[in-house]
T-cell receptor
């Protein structure tokens, strides 16, 4: 079946511009996660959605970052006034629920801020 | 101190070799542990969960030492296709499923 998809696969933007990254989780998965991976670094948790519960935003690095999940499916991660340090691969993962041991990752969006 | 620490390597081994990776974690309350594999410029994929009693999946064996807060992965009879980065992962919170990733250990298997 279809896995997690993300778009765009690559995004180059200028410092100060806003960007939106999209994630389509696996159909039926209620838990959705955003992570980012900077060059040479491990994955860093950003935000988590589970069903209709309030999201866990504890990993968002600043108030320029926000995310929403509409209809319990598609999610968008928005970065306002991008900075060069925001350059990274942004990965989305989904799992059947929060207790599931397996998280399935999308291919990521590679963001470059010039 | 990082929550999950790994030796980044790289580990360069010949085909057929046995190689072991280690990982330490800082939160003694952690309950769930995993090894993920990440190929170059690809997304991470779950390799195996790590159980308290140790577990094996083919050529791969995972061990957990709760007293020392230490996790290991052993790969026997290495294949060229095993070349990848191996990520040690700890479940940060059982309520949210938030995963805490180590920086990864890079393995390069040479012919």
């Amino acid at each position: 079946g279809a896995g997690v998809s993300q778009s765009p696969s690559n995004k180059v933007t200028e410092k100060g511009k806003d960007v939106e990254l999209r994630c389509d989780p696996i159909s039926g998965h209620t838990a959705l996660y955003w992570y980012r991976q900077s060059l040479g670094q491990g994955l860093e948790f950003l935000i988590y959605f589970q069903g209709n519960s309030a999201p866990d935003k504890s990993g968002l690095p600043s108030d320029r970052f926000s995310a929403e999940r509409t209809g319990g499916s598609v999610s968008t991660l928005t970065i306002q006034r991008t900075q060069q340090e925001d350059s990274a691969v942004y990965l989305c993962a989904s799992s059947p629920d929060s207790s599931s041991r397996a998280q399935y990752f999308g291919p990521g969006t590679r963001l470059t801020v010039l | 101190r990082k929550e999950v620490e790994q030796d980044p390597g790289p580990f360069n081994v010949p085909e057929g070799a046995t190689v072991a990776f280690n990982c330490t974690y800082s939160n003694s309350a952690s309950q769930s542990f995993f090894w993920y594999r990440q190929d170059c410029r690809k997304e991470p994929k779950l390799l195996m969960s790590v159980y308290s009693s140790g577990n094996e999946d083919g050529r791969f064996t995972a061990q957990l030492n709760r007293a020392s807060q230490y996790i290991s992965l052993l790969i026997r009879d290495s294949k060229l296709s095993d070349s990848a980065t191996y990520l040690c992962v700890v479940l940060g919170s059982s309520n949210t499923g938030k995963l805490i990733f180590g920086q990864g250990t890079t393995l390069q298997v040479k012919p």
